[in-house]
């Protein structure tokens, strides 16, 4: 197929994602630039990028987009970042408790112009979970002195898309794990259960659920393309899985295992029982066969690498269950008690059916029998 | 007394407050506020403790290596293995780590800290003092993304511009070993997951070269100054000026390279680097007294200490395996590339021992136990929401611990460690200050000793990658669940912003029992301790003038206090010098003389 003579105003939506998927970022933008400058109408779209119970990692995996660079994409998307507590120029400055100075020089002045809808809010980014306690009050998390629940909740009145970037912002992540005290959770998930931060019924101003795109950092791929899609006015035209992830990204019916590249050690059957041998990390606690994520095709940080190649077993961030439904990390599935959240159709149907040998099947089927039981 | 509140201080990690009563253009008093609660503590409890490395390392997502490292060197020690770890396992963290740290170090200069100068109270000033040549220098190089001055888009600078791409070719350069980053996967208890070759060598040494080209070009202009182009012989050149030499010699050097640039033109080209152009406008006792330059940006008259060691110390638990198999876990001194230590604010060096570290929460939200050592620790955070606020400070206002050495706050990060392991150039502008009546820990060294580290972690790491590495050698010894068996742990570090601190009890089932974590940022930021003793932070507010023009101009002139605390440049700076830093200057020569110097090695 020769993607350049696309008219992709007219693609179906499935189509339109697998093409910007398989042209990587880079080329998709360089080819529709035309599109998306047109579709600018030479305004800047306006990004604002809240971080909650967050670590940064996934501004700082948005840093390290490859081809296009951030900045590349920046400029070529028309990308205006008017609120990034981790780049922007300003911060939030308060004297004898009144906001001072101008929205160029108080961050918190900057972010009440596009809460009041004095300036539109094109994409709202979410990183990192949503904290409600103690007692509801959402303290436990609080940025210029409001707590961030209540920032989320006045930047998506007025935002026209929603992304929620990073496991903790899609499904709650490592902040709402088991354990966890502060009532942390994702904008409409907490873990596989649809709801969240937002409610299972928050739409945008655009008529969408939030974009959940996970993963532990989420990849920066995911994020252009999506940014990329959005701006060109295709963001109606992502298609979403069960838990609001795009599929071309985290296929339903595909797991990172299928192209793993240590793929053909597994199925020889050379399972490796200690690390640092350089073969299949099934036994070793590997929960790629339940990932549903292309980290194995597309690669991570321009490509050099991913998890398994470097020898560690996938420990299945991309999941809505991450990090309770797939640890203990270390200990194979076949091993494990529950594997909470997942869908064995789907590992039965991935893993057995590709599996022509080896303990694999065999754990599969033990997993199974386990659920039915 | 006017009250000054940053909130959110951006451009760092995470989320911090800080606080400060200012009298007459000074801060007479400051409160330094985390404000935000994740519980990984009490999420880990119950787990099974090798999951630890990877749910610790998501702390953070700008130098998350260090969580993963002291994390499996707890691990190590709760299952008793740490004189077996492979020696070329300990490399390959080694080398994760280095590439990180340079990477983090980097983005806290150019990504975080330098675009401070370009606020345009900046521009008022120095063309106040008729330097508007070095003010478009600042914003030509340093502003940010997405910036306007007075509503008029100012494009991102060169040198910004120049280094998210070197952050990210770090990055890549470290999942080469580690699969990806940020959050890399290959450092585990017993060892490492990676088995690198021959050809990752290479590819990791390629992306070592077009590193040290920007470092190089952008940063120490050494292109410039001596003509030098080859990447690989950048770190040894500039270290065998600074490093190599005695103190008096390196800080003489340094002025030496400064005082030969030209002040009618600022530019790159002319050698002004950006470590050039902030070691001698950062500072009043190198820039205007000792170089003779009209004017400054006065960042050693802020973010310093009284002279008093009961106040302030300097902590570093050391960094860096020895290339050998196995390693101590309660490194010793001179054990680690980068030696611990604690040195007393008034500069005395003693051996570390990490059982001297406790925590206080007599201003933290938290009930449970004060003065505890982490082994002991507790973590039980307050549950009424009424219970959290920030603008009493005579209750909690704080989610960070504050941690103290025998009882004494500590400064910790890379003026700390080259202190302890006293460091030729740092230590020579450390002595300088304290002798001409300035603090000697400040703004300026601060940022100072960031810098110079990157350039020895660079020359090491050239060494651990091309020299110790041994694609043949052994990665892993093993390690099962059993042999953690009601055990405990340390795990002592650094990561780029200091001191860090793992440390593990587990059960009979070799679950978690306990896991607590200190981290560098609570060291740095933590608020008042059961004694009142204020947080290093804290403490360096306390002094410094608020706002730039009266710490730069000296004068308010007829610019009335209420314009001044609207820009409060100080609270910047001084919060984010303990992140990022920049620079790399000089120290003491004969006042007036403002002589050329020779430079022997180039």
Same mark, same amino acid.
């Given at each position: 197929?020769?993607?350049?003579?696309?008219?992709?105003?007219?693609?179906?939506?499935?189509?339109?994602?697998?093409?910007?998927?398989?042209?990587g970022a880079a080329?998709f933008i360089g080819?529709?630039?035309?599109?998306?400058?047109?579709?600018?109408?030479?305004?800047d779209t306006?990004i604002?990028w809240?971080?909650?119970?967050?670590?940064c990692g996934c501004s700082e995996s948005f840093l390290n987009a490859a081809y296009p660079d951030v900045i590349q994409a920046i400029t070529r998307l028309g990308i205006y970042v008017?609120?990034h507590?981790t780049l922007m120029?300003?911060?939030?400055?308060?004297?004898?408790?009144?906001?001072?100075?101008?929205?160029?020089?108080?961050?918190?002045?900057?972010?009440?112009?596009?809460?009041?809808?004095?300036?539109?809010?094109?994409v709202?980014v979410?990183e990192?979970?949503?904290?409600?306690?103690?007692?509801?009050?959402?303290?436990?998390?609080?940025?210029?002195?409001?707590?961030?629940?209540?920032?989320?909740?006045?930047?998506?009145?007025?935002?026209?898309?929603?992304v929620?970037i990073?496991?903790?912002?899609?499904?709650?992540?490592?902040?709402?794990?088991?354990?966890?005290?502060?009532?942390?959770?994702?904008?409409?998930?907490?873990?596989?259960?649809?709801?969240?931060?937002?409610?299972?019924?928050?739409?945008?101003?655009?008529?969408?659920?939030?974009?959940?795109i996970?993963?532990?950092p989420a990849h920066p791929d995911w994020l252009t393309l999506t940014l990329a899609?959005?701006i060109?006015?295709?963001?109606?035209?992502?298609?979403?899985?069960?838990?609001?992830?795009?599929?071309?990204?985290?296929?339903?019916?595909?797991?990172?295992?299928?192209?793993?590249?240590?793929?053909?050690?597994?199925?020889?059957?050379?399972?490796?029982?200690?690390?640092?041998?350089?073969?299949?990390?099934?036994?070793?606690?590997?929960?790629?066969?339940?990932?549903?994520?292309?980290?194995?095709?597309?690669?991570w940080n321009a490509?050099?690498?991913?998890?398994?190649?470097?020898?560690?077993?996938?420990?299945?961030?991309?999941?809505?269950?991450?990090?309770?439904?797939?640890?203990?990390?270390?200990?194979?599935?076949?091993?494990?008690?529950?594997?909470?959240?997942?869908?064995?159709?789907?590992?039965?149907?991935?893993?057995?059916?590709?599996?022509?040998?080896?303990?694999?099947?065999?754990?599969?089927?033990?997993?199974?029998?386990?659920?039915?039981? | 007394?006017?009250?000054?509140?940053?909130?959110?201080?951006?451009?760092?990690?995470?989320?911090?407050?800080?606080?400060?009563?200012?009298?007459?253009?000074?801060?007479?008093?400051?409160?330094?506020?985390?404000?935000?609660?994740?519980?990984?503590?009490?999420?880990?409890?119950?787990?099974?403790?090798?999951?630890?490395?990877?749910?610790?390392?998501?702390?953070?997502g700008v130098?998350?290596?260090?969580?993963? $490292? =002291? /994390?499996?060197? @707890?691990?190590?020690?709760? +299952?008793?293995?740490?004189?077996?770890?492979?020696? &070329? #396992? %300990?490399?390959?963290?080694?080398?994760?780590?280095?590439?990180?740290?340079?990477a983090?170090?980097a983005t806290?200069?150019w990504v975080l800290?330098?675009p401070?100068?370009?606020?345009?109270?900046?521009?008022?000033?120095?063309?106040?003092?008729?330097?508007?040549?070095?003010?478009?220098?600042?914003?030509?190089?340093?502003a940010p993304i997405s910036y306007?001055?007075?509503?008029?888009?100012?494009p991102p600078g060169?040198?910004y511009l120049a280094a998210i791409p070197e952050k990210k070719a770090l990055h890549e350069?470290?999942?080469?070993?580690?699969?990806?980053m940020p959050?890399?996967?290959?450092?585990?208890?017993?060892?490492?997951?990676?088995?690198?070759?021959?050809?990752?060598?290479?590819? $990791? =040494? /390629?992306?070592? @070269?077009?590193?040290?080209? +920007?470092?190089?070009?952008?940063?120490?202009?050494? &292109? #410039? %100054?001596?003509?030098?182009?080859?990447?690989?012989?950048?770190?040894?050149?500039?270290?065998?000026?600074?490093?190599?030499?005695?103190?008096?010699?390196?800080?003489?050097?340094?002025?030496?390279?400064?005082?030969?640039?030209?002040?009618?033109?600022?530019?790159?080209?002319?050698?002004?680097?950006?470590?050039?152009?902030?070691?001698?406008?950062?500072?009043?006792?190198?820039?205007?007294?000792?170089?003779?330059?009209?004017?400054?940006?006065?960042?050693?008259?802020?973010?310093?200490?009284?002279?008093?060691?009961?106040?302030?110390?300097?902590?570093?638990?050391?960094?860096?395996?020895?290339?050998?198999?196995?390693?101590?876990?309660?490194?010793?001194?001179?054990?680690?590339?980068?030696?611990?230590?604690?040195?007393?604010?008034?500069?005395?060096?003693?051996?570390?021992?990490?059982?001297?570290?406790?925590?206080?929460?007599?201003?933290?939200?938290?009930?449970?136990?004060?003065?505890?050592?982490?082994?002991?620790?507790?973590?039980?955070?307050?549950?009424?929401?009424?219970?959290?606020?920030?603008?009493?400070?005579?209750?909690?206002?704080?989610?960070?611990?504050?941690?103290?050495?025998?009882?004494?706050?500590?400064?910790?990060?890379?003026?700390?460690?080259?202190?302890?392991?006293?460091?030729?150039?740092?230590?020579?502008?450390?002595?300088?200050?304290?002798?001409?009546?300035?603090?000697?820990?400040?703004?300026?060294?601060?940022?100072?000793?960031?810098?110079?580290?990157?350039?020895?972690?660079?020359?090491?790491?050239?060494?651990?990658?091309?020299?110790?590495?041994?694609?043949?050698?052994?990665?892993?010894?093993?390690?099962?669940?059993?042999?953690?068996?009601?055990?405990?742990?340390?795990?002592?570090?650094?990561?780029?912003?200091?001191?860090?601190?793992?440390?593990?009890?587990?059960?009979?089932?070799?679950?978690?029992?306990?896991?607590?974590?200190?981290?560098?940022?609570?060291?740095?930021?933590?608020?008042?301790?059961?004694?009142?003793?204020?947080?290093?932070?804290?403490?360096?507010?306390?002094?410094?003038?608020?706002?730039?023009?009266?710490?730069?101009?000296?004068?308010?002139?007829?610019?009335?206090?209420?314009?001044?605390?609207?820009?409060?440049?100080?609270?910047?700076?001084?919060?984010?010098?303990?992140?990022?830093?920049?620079?790399?200057?000089?120290?003491?020569?004969?006042?007036?003389?403002?002589?050329?110097?020779?430079?022997?090695?180039?």
């Open positions: 197929m020769n993607f350049k003579s696309l008219d992709i105003t007219k693609l179906d939506r499935r189509t339109f994602l697998k093409v910007a998927a398989a042209m080329t080819t529709y630039k035309a599109d998306i400058v047109k579709a600018l109408e030479l305004s306006n604002v809240l971080e909650g119970a967050d670590c008017g609120y507590e120029m300003q911060q939030g400055v308060f004297v004898d408790g009144r906001l001072v100075g101008t929205s160029e020089l108080n961050s918190e002045l900057a972010l009440e112009e596009y809460m009041t809808g004095k300036k539109p809010l094109d709202l979410i990192g979970s949503i904290a409600d306690g103690p007692e509801g009050s959402g303290m436990y998390t609080t940025v210029g002195g409001h707590p961030f629940k209540e920032l989320v909740e006045r930047c998506a009145k007025q935002a026209s898309y929603v929620a990073g496991s903790c912002a899609t499904y709650g992540g490592i902040p709402a794990a088991k354990g966890s005290v502060t009532g942390n959770m994702g904008a409409q998930f907490l873990q596989t259960a649809k709801g969240g931060f937002l409610g299972a019924n928050y739409v945008s101003k655009a008529g969408l659920p939030v974009v959940n996970p993963c532990c899609s959005i060109i006015g295709k963001g109606g035209l992502i298609e979403l899985d069960r838990y609001n992830r795009p599929t071309v990204f985290f296929p339903p019916d595909y797991t990172i295992h299928e192209n793993c590249p240590r793929r053909g050690f597994y199925d020889l059957g050379q399972l490796d029982t200690e690390f640092a041998e350089g073969h299949c990390l099934w036994k070793l606690g590997c929960k790629a066969p339940i990932t549903h994520a292309d980290c194995a095709t597309r690669l490509s050099v690498n991913m998890c398994t190649q470097a020898g560690s077993p996938c420990i299945g961030c991309a999941e809505p269950v991450f990090p309770d439904g797939t640890s203990p990390f270390y200990v194979g599935m076949e091993m494990m008690s529950t594997l909470a959240g997942v869908d064995i159709d789907t590992i039965a149907k991935v893993a057995i059916g590709a599996a022509a040998v080896g303990v694999g099947a065999h754990a599969v089927r033990r997993i199974v029998m386990k659920e039915n039981e | 007394m006017t009250i000054v509140v940053v909130d959110p201080l951006t451009r760092i990690e995470g989320h911090l407050r800080l606080t400060a009563e200012v009298s007459d253009g000074v801060i007479t008093n400051a409160h330094s506020s985390g404000t935000m609660y994740r519980g990984l503590e009490q999420i880990l409890k119950g787990r099974d403790p090798r999951d630890a490395s990877r749910i610790t390392q998501r702390i953070c130098c998350p290596t260090c969580h993963a $490292i =002291a /994390s499996v060197s @707890v691990l190590d020690d709760a +299952f008793g293995i740490t004189g077996s770890i492979p020696k &070329d #396992a %300990l490399v390959v963290r080694n080398i994760l780590q280095g590439l990180n740290a340079i983090s170090h806290h200069i800290w330098l401070d100068l370009t606020h345009p109270i900046y521009k008022t000033i120095l063309e106040t003092v008729n330097l508007k040549s070095v003010w478009d220098e600042f914003v030509g190089r340093f306007s001055i007075e509503g008029k888009a100012v060169s040198s350069a470290e999942a080469i070993l580690g699969g990806k959050h890399q996967m290959a450092t585990i208890v017993g060892g490492v997951t990676c088995t690198p070759t021959i050809g990752d060598i290479g590819k $990791i =040494a /390629s992306y070592y @070269v077009r590193v040290m080209e +920007f470092v190089n070009h952008y940063a120490l202009g050494l &292109d #410039a %100054l001596f003509g030098i182009t080859d990447p690989l012989e950048v770190a040894d050149a500039w270290l065998g000026l600074t490093h190599d030499v005695s103190k008096d010699k390196a800080v003489e050097n340094l002025l030496g390279i400064l005082g030969g640039l030209p002040t009618d033109d600022f530019s790159r080209e002319a050698g002004w680097s950006d470590v050039a152009l902030l070691a001698a406008f950062g500072s009043e006792l190198i820039g205007e007294t000792l170089l003779g330059l009209p004017a400054s940006l006065k960042l050693d008259m802020i973010g310093g200490y009284p002279a008093d060691p009961t106040k302030i110390g300097f902590l570093s638990y050391g960094w860096y395996y020895a290339i050998k198999e196995g390693y101590d876990p309660t490194s010793t001194k001179g054990e680690r590339f980068i030696t611990s230590g604690f040195t007393s604010g008034d500069l005395k060096y003693e051996n570390f021992n990490h059982l001297n570290v406790t925590e206080h929460v007599a201003h933290s939200f938290y009930t449970s136990g004060n003065d505890l050592r982490p082994w002991n620790g507790e973590t039980e955070p307050v549950k009424k929401a009424a219970d959290i606020k920030y603008d009493d400070p005579t209750a909690k206002y704080s989610w960070l611990k504050a941690p103290r050495y025998k009882g004494i706050p500590c400064e910790v990060g890379p003026l700390s460690r080259m202190i302890n392991a006293k460091e030729p150039l740092v230590m020579g502008l450390v002595e300088a200050f304290l002798k001409n009546g300035y603090s000697p820990a400040n703004v300026y060294t601060r940022m100072l000793a960031r810098a110079q580290e990157i350039i020895i972690l660079a020359r090491e790491l050239k060494k651990w990658v091309l020299v110790d590495l041994d694609p043949n050698g052994k990665f892993y010894t093993h390690a099962d669940l059993s042999m953690a068996k009601d055990s405990k742990g340390v795990g002592l570090w650094e990561g780029p912003r200091g001191a860090l601190g793992h440390w593990i009890v587990t059960d009979e089932n070799s679950k978690i029992k306990s896991y607590q974590l200190v981290v560098p940022s609570t060291w740095n930021l933590s608020p008042r301790d059961a004694n009142g003793k204020l947080g290093p932070t804290e403490l360096g507010l306390v002094g410094s003038k608020v706002g730039p023009i009266g710490n730069v101009l000296s004068t308010l002139g007829a610019i009335p206090l209420s314009k001044e605390v609207e820009n409060p440049t100080a609270i910047f700076h001084v919060g984010r010098s303990y992140d990022p830093c920049l620079a790399c200057a000089v120290h003491t020569i004969d006042k007036g003389t403002n002589k050329k110097y020779e430079l022997r090695l180039l």
